[in-house]
């Protein structure tokens, strides 16, 4: 009966935990602490600083090894778990750099959250736009999934076109004409070129 009673109120907990934290407050939560990174003046002396920051807030909500797999597609199966290990880094570092890169160029554009989607328990969707100074805008739509009681982003879709599919379609063609080692060499210099900026 005790054992019982501790897992409702561990269940409870858990959902109440969850309840707290919706896909669009997470997202909102990021977006809001890298603005505070890329407007803070003592940051703006130190670029390695700021970029590393920048790293540390996006690598809490995206979830790396969930878009490596999806970015792979089929390929990822055939990887045994030290290639799918190095993959995921050499990707995470890809998306880190390129994506960090993006919002350094960040002047006080407007982000609107528009609406939430929770498909079920797992899977949801945050949309919103980013509106800039002369009102042009464009969407910018997170998909997220739940890794231990939280919302991570798994893919990135821009003006209706998905980061991941995208990569998708470049790492397969590259694997189908040269083979998989051929993008590990491709994403290792892409890598090496990244972290010397």
Known sequence: MIKKIFLMFIASVFMTTHAWATPTEDIKKTVDEVIRIIADKEMKKNDTKRRQALKKTISLVFDYKEMSKRSLGKHWNQRTAVEQKQFSELFA??????????????????IVYIKEIVHDSNNAEVRSKVVTAKRDEFTLDYKLTTQNGKWMVYDVVIEGVSLVSNYRSQFNRIITANGYEALVKKLQNKSSELKSL
């Open 93 to 110: 570092t890809l998306l880190e750099n390129s994506y960090a890169g993006k919002i350094e160029s960040y002047n006080n554009e407007k």
